[in-house]
Nanobody
Framework: VQLQASGGGLVQAGGSLRLSCATS????????MAWFRQAPGKEREFVAV????????YYAGSVKGRVTISRDNAKNTLYLQMNSLKPEDTAVYYC??????????????????WGQGTLVTVSS
């Protein structure tokens, strides 16, 4: 399974970005899908997850109300719409696929497949 994240860039505080994650080599609709991020000098952290059937989502408290995770199972693509961006959102954003769990998870260890990351930089 291969994941390709894109859509990162430089944006001013208060701006918006939409990240995408195209997948191939597996059955996308079988995976819970999530976004994680890693800021410089910090550990990777959970951002958002969406269940394999799109019925459920869950967000980290730091982004709740500002970001929306979605997926298009017909296009094998995951999205993250980010609004009202803050400098503290600056990080490399990774998409990830969980093929094993019966319920969606915010734990890094649940995810077997990872994209290469896309850099989001928010200037103040």
């Amino acid at each position: 399974v291969q994941l390709q994240a894109s859509g990162g860039g430089l944006v001013q505080a208060g701006g918006s970005l939409r990240l995408s994650c195209a997948t191939s080599g597996g059955t996308f609709s079988n995976y819970h899908m999530a976004w994680f991020r890693q800021a410089p000098g910090k550990e990777r952290e959970f951002v958002a997850v969406i269940s394999r059937d799109t019925s459920s989502t869950y967000y980290a408290g730091s982004v709740k109300g500002r970001v929306t995770i979605s997926r298009d199972n017909a296009k094998n693509t995951l999205y993250l719409q980010m609004n009202s961006l803050k400098p503290e959102d600056t990080a490399v954003y990774y998409c990830a696929a969980d093929p094993r769990s019966s319920w969606y998870s915010s734990l890094i260890r649940s995810y077997d497949y990872w994209g290469q990351g896309t850099l989001v930089t928010v200037s103040s």
